[in-house]
């Protein structure tokens, strides 16, 4: 009987020894889990970052594109403007009489 539970403790020392290993793997295999995530993170919030620096960007390209639009509208109403007032001038113009010897320039 002593030589039976002898060898019972001998069994549960080497259990206790390869549990005790095991968990050792755990861990370590969990810390390099827990590094991996940290890294995975930190790449997460860079890219977050570049996206929205990206979306700052695209927002400047089409605050420009706006402003672009629109002095080309007031560029069109210029010209249409300037076309009427410069057929307004052609036609007053038009309107004297030269006296005789008077050439046109």
């Known amino acids: 009987m002593i030589g039976e ?7 549960g020392a080497r259990i206790a020894a390869d ?4 968990f050792g793997v755990i861990t ?8 991996m ?5 930190q790449r997460s ?4 970052q570049n996206v929205e620096q990206v979306t700052s960007g695209v927002s400047v ?3 420009a594109t706006q402003d672009n639009a629109a002095g080309a509208e007031e560029l069109a109403v210029t010209a249409k403007e300037s076309a009427e007032r410069i057929g307004e001038l ?3 113009v038009g309107t004297f009489k030269l006296g005789v010897g008077a050439t046109r320039g």
Not at 45 to 48: E, K, V
Request: avoid cysteine; charge should be positive; charged fraction near 20%.
């Open 61 to 63: 390209l089409s605050q």
């Open 28 to 35: 370590a295999e969990t810390s390099k889990v827990t590094q």
């Open 37 to 41: 995530l940290s890294g995975v993170a």
């Open 5 to 11: 539970a002898s060898q019972r403790a001998e069994n």
């Open 19 to 22: 549990v005790a290993t095991v």
């Open 90 to 92: 052609r036609r007053m």
């Open 45 to 48: 919030s860079q890219q977050s």
